[in-house]
């Protein structure tokens, strides 16, 4: 026990994961890199409100189902959401990283050479596993708890589900997620299919999960705020709860357990043999599972497919980037959930029957003045929610340093950054702009202004949010995670985006309902988006000339 | 000709500067062998002169360009680090088309140059694995090959010999006295005095941070009246005195 402690210990010495996350936001000091004090309050005060937003959101969710849940029967309703959201959300955000911590990890090469016996590793990694992602489970549920102790009281009960589902809760998902990881290692689709496989199952979780809220969403009023037709969900929701309960049986009883001590005592023991099972299978699987996971490297490329073409320096570079984000699967989920999110979410809708009212929707939105205005934002806002560019000299980690060896100007990795950065966002942009405008009969000559206006701002806010990464670049981390889902500067290249988004909604949507005619307000955007990539672009090589200088 | 002036490099929050007033000239044709005990500087200069660190203070220049020109002065320059780091997801072949691509090397060229040095450091055979299956050698052999895959002016290697086998031991040193034997300057730090003594044409010795010596074995020699004393005996003994 006491050395899987000092194991834990290690890793939390070695890796720092809460002082190098606070670190990034500017808090650290150092005498030559010292942030502007306003730019880092400005900064934590906005991540903080992001964070109360979504709580907020999630809290204001888990209020309607929980009571509308009273009125139908099922008062745990807001509660058995919540463990799903929990759930599902843990697997889904750990899947990419399980691998990693569990066996692939720099330290855990380094640590099974040490005279540690197999088990105490593995349990070591488990906690470690547990330590990570618990917090994350607690953010997607708490709220619901603080809001079915506010609807209908707190107990005796209630209060020891809570402090044991704050528990214990994780251990479902994540002994899923950990058996899942140890079968595909076991089965050596790892090997064979390499991050290919995690990403697919990866999507299917994602699919999973946004059907999920697809059908939650159907139940908002037809005026579209954020209030609940409860008339209208007791005829379409409660089948489907009732077909949900039954699905996730064992989170049905968990949200039970907050208002009676049976269902409580089920779940956990439920939760714990589902946990004990996932121990027990890690640990003794952990030795085989090492040596399949270190094996897997040494599988040989086919010979005779190999070319020496000449490529430009700017051509070698974009391909590296793709290399990068092929080499961790963290990198290569993060990459494709980003770029295609707006097709994962039609398939749900057509799936879930949602797609018919998102066309009344639609309807609605096609008779407003300003309708092509409106679709270019909604894309803009998709296409430019990426860390792709804001994490993209983070995920060199280490290797940053070999840049400073090549002999490239540091306007040629910023072009290299930014052009590979089009052609994944700019190409599904045009091709999501393209789509729509056909599938609302608008005809694509509007492309003629989207377009470029779509390039020009993707390339803009893609410049800033390299600069950001330039700045103070992730070279030193363990976890795939840390330089680019776990990264402040992602954060920070979201609130470029925001900014931009607002923007742009003001010249495009505010100036023509102001009477300024459509064509100026779109050659005005134009203008915006050229002068913001000018200005970008010189901030990320400026940035950039330093980081490859230091 | 390689010219450092007066470098200085100081990390933060260290009182005693990692390299101090550094001065010194390597010409070409010379193989200049860098020693010194652990922690003295000799990998904070090579990362200086290599461009991976900047100077507090002092001047680099090689054959006339100072390293402030950088792009001009790293096209000169080949370096092979200590522990040497690749992208682990290619393949070695791919690594070096990489490299040909940023140097912008010709086809015809590049074809040639991979083939010749990689069957001179006897790694033909793998170059189409993935880099994450190389053994420390293998990798050691790979970073070699890519420094010189670019007919560098001057060539940098970090304890060049670590891992290596002694038939690619044996191939690198005759590389280095060929290459330069064609008028090219090579730099590299070592631990292994025996090494140096049969390689090197100069010697630079350091140690906290201020170069001891400069010039070649036999001024050694006599300017401490060693006779035939060796290597190893003098560089401990001017180690020694200056700790």
Redesign the interface.
């Known amino acids: 026990m006491n050395s899987v402690l000092s194991l834990i210990k290690g890793f939390w010495v070695g890796t720092k994961p809460i002082s190098s996350f606070i670190e990034r936001f500017g808090f650290a000091r150092s005498k030559k890199r010292r942030r502007s004090r306003v730019v880092m309050i400005v900064l934590t005060v906005l991540t903080l409100v992001m964070i109360l937003y979504f709580l907020a959101m999630l809290a204001f969710t888990y209020w309607g189902y929980q009571t509308f849940g009273l009125l139908v029967g099922k008062p745990h309703l807001g509660l058995f959401l919540a463990m799903v959201v929990g759930c599902i959300g843990t697997m889904i955000f750990s899947f990419s990283s399980v691998s990693n911590v569990l066996y692939r990890a720099d330290d855990v090469r380094f640590l099974s050479a040490l005279p540690i016996a197999s088990h105490t590793l593995a349990l070591s990694r488990l906690a470690i596993l547990y330590i990570l992602y618990a917090p994350l489970y607690a953010f997607m549920t708490l709220p619901a708890v603080v809001v079915a102790a506010w609807i209908g009281g707190l107990d005796a009960t209630f209060v020891i589900a809570s402090l044991i589902n704050l528990v214990i809760g994780p251990f479902v998902p994540l002994a899923l997620v950990t058996l899942l990881v140890a079968l595909v290692i076991r089965s050596g689709l790892a090997k064979r299919a390499g991050s290919t496989s995690k990403v697919l199952v990866m999507v299917l979780f994602m699919l999973f999960f946004i059907a999920l809220s697809a059908m939650m969403t159907r139940s908002l009023d037809a005026s579209g705020s954020l209030a609940f037709d409860y008339q209208a969900m007791v005829g379409s929701m409660v089948p489907l709860f009732t077909r949900l309960e039954r699905i996730f049986s064992p989170l049905s009883l968990q949200a039970k357990g907050y208002l009676s001590l049976q269902p409580l005592l089920l779940s956990s023991l439920l939760s714990l043999a589902v946990g004990t099972l996932a121990v027990g299978v890690v640990v003794k699987t952990y030795d085989q599972n090492l040596s399949r996971v270190a094996s897997g490297t040494a599988r040989k490329r086919a010979k005779g497919a190999v070319t020496v073409r000449r490529r430009s320096p700017l051509s070698a570079l974009m391909r590296r980037e793709a290399v990068i984000i092929k080499s961790q699967s963290a990198f290569t989920f993060e990459v494709v959930g980003e770029l295609f999110i707006p097709l994962i979410l039609i398939g749900v809708w057509a799936v879930t029957g949602t797609i018919g009212e998102m066309a009344t929707l639609l309807d609605a939105v096609l008779t407003l003045p300003v309708v092509e205005e409106v679709i270019f934002l909604i894309l803009s806002l998709v296409s430019n929610m990426t860390m792709i560019s804001s994490t993209s000299v983070s995920r060199q980690g280490p290797q940053f340093a070999q840049d400073r060896l090549y002999p490239l100007e540091a306007s040629q990795f910023v072009c290299a950054k930014l052009l590979f950065h089009l052609l994944l966002v700019g190409a599904t942009n045009l091709f999501y702009l393209s789509g729509a405008l056909l599938l609302l009969g608008r005809g694509v000559t509007s492309l003629i202004w989207m377009a470029p206006l779509s390039l020009l701002s993707i390339a803009a806010v893609s410049s800033f949010q390299l600069a950001i990464d330039y700045h103070n670049p992730n070279e030193e981390w363990t976890l795939a995670q840390q330089a680019m889902k776990s990264n402040p500067n992602g954060l920070f290249g979201l609130l470029v985006m925001l900014a931009w988004i607002i923007v742009a909604a003001l010249a495009l949507i505010v100036l023509p309902l102001l009477g300024i005619s459509p064509l100026l307000s779109r050659l005005l955007a134009l203008l915006i988006a050229a002068l913001c990539l000018l200005f970008g672009y010189r901030v990320a090589v400026s940035q950039a000339s330093s980081a490859l200088s230091r | 000709m390689l010219e450092c002036a007066a470098l200085t490099k100081r990390y ?1 929050g260290k009182e005693r500067a990692a390299v101090d007033s550094l001065s010194l000239t390597i010409g070409g044709g010379e193989i200049f062998g860098f020693l010194g005990p652990n922690g003295a500087g000799k990998s904070t200069t090579i990362r200086m002169i ?5 100077p507090d203070s002092g001047t680099i220049a090689f054959r006339g360009v100072p390293s402030t020109r ?6 000169m ?1 080949g ?1 092979c680090a200590d522990e040497p ?7 070695g ?2 690594h070096l ?2 490299l ?8 015809s060229r ?2 040639d140059r ?1 083939g010749a040095l990689s069957e001179r450091m006897l790694l033909t055979r793998e170059l ?3 880099i ?2 190389y053994s420390h050698g293998m990798r050691q052999k790979l970073s070699v090959i890519a420094a010189l895959l670019h007919e560098p002016k001057l060539l940098i290697l970090d304890e060049p010999m670590v891992g290596l086998d002694p038939k690619a031991s044996f191939t690198l040193k005759t590389l280095l006295k060929e290459y330069a034997g064609a008028g090219n300057t090579v730099f590299f730090s070592t631990h292994v005095l025996e090494v140096a003594e049969q390689l090197c044409t100069t010697l630079g010795i350091i140690s906290e941070g201020a170069l001891l010596y400069n010039g070649s074995f036999a001024d050694l020699r006599s300017q401490n009246g060693a006779g035939q004393q060796s290597l190893e005996s003098l560089f401990l003994s001017l180690t020694e005195e200056q700790t």
Do not use: A, C, H, W
């Not at chain 2, 290599?50 to 900047?54: A, K, Y």
């Not at chain 2, 780091?85 to 393949?91: A, G, I, L, P, Q």
């Open positions: 933060e290599v461009g991976l660190l900047s950088s792009v001009e002065y790293k096209r320059i370096y780091t690749f992208y682990e997801k290619m393949t072949f791919e088309t990489f040909s691509d940023l140097y912008q090397i010709e086809e590049r074809t991979i189409n694995d993935p994450s299956s």
